[in-house]
């Protein structure tokens, strides 16, 4: 019976991503926070308007998977901070669009580059191939997840 199975989370693989993640966000966000002064989500926010400008609060939430509580105040953070400017979409009078300043720009431009260092000094742990897999791997329970969650209520 499935029902008595103990939950091994050092083997769950949900949670043993949600530690990696934490981890590695957690490590990156060491490098901005007292720079910059931006939380993790604010970061998350920034790179996604520097990569996608002019998107919604929403799609920024669905492109990163995060809380649209969360998303909606860092974005209330950022523009406060003048980093973040909303505008009326030009297809939609009704719906707002999200982009950086020019202060959020170099944020980005400052914020980007030491993201990737980060990223290279933990890829390098890997060699070519297993970096590959590690992508593919990573896209394919991406995929899966998704289509798993069409049949869900």
């Given amino acids: 019976m499935a029902g008595n199975t103990p939950l091994e989370l050092e083997k769950f693989l ?12 957690q490590a990156i966000a060491r490098e901005y926070e007292d720079r910059f002064q931006l939380s993790i989500t604010e970061w998350r926010v920034v790179a996604v308007l520097g990569r996608y400008d002019g998107l919604s609060a929403r799609e920024v939430a669905e492109r990163t998977a995060m809380d649209k509580v969360a998303v909606s105040r860092a974005v209330a953070e950022l523009m406060k901070d003048g980093r973040v400017r909303r ?4 297809h939609d009078k009704r719906q707002s669009v999200l982009s950086l300043t020019a202060k959020g720009r170099k944020v980005y431009n ?6 990737l260092q980060h990223e290279q000094r933990l890829l390098a742990h890997l ?9 593919r791997i990573i896209e394919k329970l991406l995929l ?7 049949d869900r209520p």
Avoid: C, F, H
Wanted: charged content about 20%; overall charge negative.
């Fill in 127 to 135: 060699d070519v191939e297993e970096q590959l897999w590690l992508g």
């Fill in 87 to 90: 505008a009326t979409a030009d």
């Fill in 110 to 115: 400052e914020v980007a580059p030491l993201a």
């Fill in 144 to 150: 899966a997840e998704k289509a798993l969650g069409v």
């Fill in 14 to 25: 949900p949670y043993r991503l949600s530690v990696l993640s934490n981890t590695v966000s």
